[in-house]
């Protein structure tokens, strides 16, 4: 058994634990490997995660290794982990924008950076990715914040205000559409799907609802019920995408994967009715063997990006709304996005107004490896 120091942080609609490079790197050896710290310390293995500090859901077994960057232009430096639940594994291959959220705050708060007096930007380095994104909040008087009154839709819990920004995202069309292609069309069981793969945020495949039967709107109930087919089409999207070849092990982290259909009225599981002129698109997606409560924040800049792709799956809906603002439908409510597009049409940057909490700093014991659960 050995001890790792952590903060445990809420991000929008994700809890996070943060390590600092400096305590993680020390333990490396000891434990064998960086996975195997993590999933011992989140009690992966088993469904429950009961022995551990993970939460038994997606949005709840994550992680990130956090440094002060030595890169110019780059403040911090953040090694994101998706912490599967079941298994004794760790995905590596994405980037989470809750997290980040979370991870900008955790910077201000360990001493990361220098506070402004009125407002701290905090540039942040997805090692994963190297996506770079930007933070910022608020510290009036060169003063940190600990609590805010910020909410994001998905909770109901109050945090300190972030601004969250993807930069650099769509100028490299080659880069956006890893196909080629505005649209791409999947074949499975002798049924077509049509789809929008981009690489903005993270990787994503956006698939046209009614090829899967849906109107997009329905609850996740009904989505659980076309997650083996999603998976599927993850698995095909992969391919094509370039981001695995047909001998490597199945991931099931990226792509994003979800579908996209026009605006209808539908409603929240407590009952709010959300009308079809309140939001421009309708959104639903997977994280990793189940139906997101929300919408991840990468997925959330795929669907922006996508908006812009002239042809495909979600400017089909949208139909050029996405001019500064777009609001997307999602299980939680409508989540607008603030959309930068430069004079050839092409999306910049998208910022997200989110909220961020520091939930508890700790010691975790971490056991030595457990064999995977079954719970019958």
Known sequence: MYSLRGTWMRGGTSKCWLFSSVDVEPLIE????????????????????????????????????????SEDGIDVDYLF?????????VEWGSNCGNCATA??????????????????????????TGAVLLTEIDTPGGVVPSEGSAQVAGTSA???????????????????LPTGSVEDTVELHGSQYRGTMVVAGAPAALFDASDLGMTGAGSNTELMERVPLLVELRRATALLMGLSRPEDAITHAVPKVGIIAPPVDYRLED??????????????????????????????????????????VVDRVVDGAATSTLRLGTPAGVLAVDVDIDADG?????????????????????????TALSIG
């Open 81 to 89: 982990a998706q912490v599967a639940i079941g298994d004794r594994k």
């Open 103 to 128: 991870i900008g705050l955790y910077a201000l708060q360990q001493g990361l950076v220098a506070i402004d007096p009125v407002t701290t930007i905090v540039r942040l380095r997805n090692r994963n």
């Open 158 to 176: 109050l945090g300190v205000p972030v601004g969250l920004t993807f930069i650099d995202l769509g100028a490299d069309r080659t880069r956006l």
């Open 30 to 69: 000891q434990a064998g490997s960086l996975d195997e710290i993590l999933v011992s310390a989140f009690g992966s293995g088993d469904p429950r995660q009961l022995d551990g500090v993970g939460g038994g859901s997606s949005t709840t077994s994550k992680a990130a290794i956090v440094s002060r960057s």
């Open 346 to 370: 092409n999306l910049t940057s998208v910022t997200l107004h989110r909220a961020a909490r520091r939930i508890a700093t700790a010691e975790l014991f971490v056991s030595a490896a457990a």
């Open 271 to 312: 009952g709010t009715l959300v009308t079809a002129g309140e939001y421009d698109v309708c959104v639903r997606m997977l994280s990793m063997m189940a139906p997101h409560p929300s919408i991840g924040l990468t997925s959330a800049v795929a669907v922006a990006a996508a908006a812009t792709v002239r042809g495909g």
